[in-house]
């Protein structure tokens, strides 16, 4: 076992290993230091064109006439559907002559 891991300890496999752990410190080092707390921190100039503006993602559709038609078509349909299952068993004795 011992002999396994020796075998794959190589001057390149810890130089890089060395590297990405120095990289990936020195990241989150950096990203801690630079870290907005308050708008005191951020320029005037840049919170003034900012102020007023609505969400910065994207927008979604508005609604329209057609959607709103299609969505009332789909909600009868589904009331009709019910209806039908709840009067389907009264159907059914109607036929074999129980009522």
Do not use: C, W
């Amino acid at each position: 076992m011992l002999s396994s891991i020796r075998r794959h300890l190589t001057y390149a496999n810890v130089t890089a290993t060395l590297a990405l752990v120095f990289a990936m410190s020195g990241g989150a080092l950096a990203a801690g230091h630079y870290l907005i707390n308050s708008t005191r921190q951020i320029n005037p100039k840049v919170l003034k064109s900012l102020r007023g503006r609505a969400a910065a993602g994207p927008q979604g559709r508005p609604a329209t006439k057609a959607r709103q038609a299609k969505k009332a078509r789909q909600a009868k349909k589904a009331r009709q559907a019910r209806k039908a299952s709840r009067d389907r068993p009264a159907r059914t004795r109607e036929r074999q002559g129980e009522t």
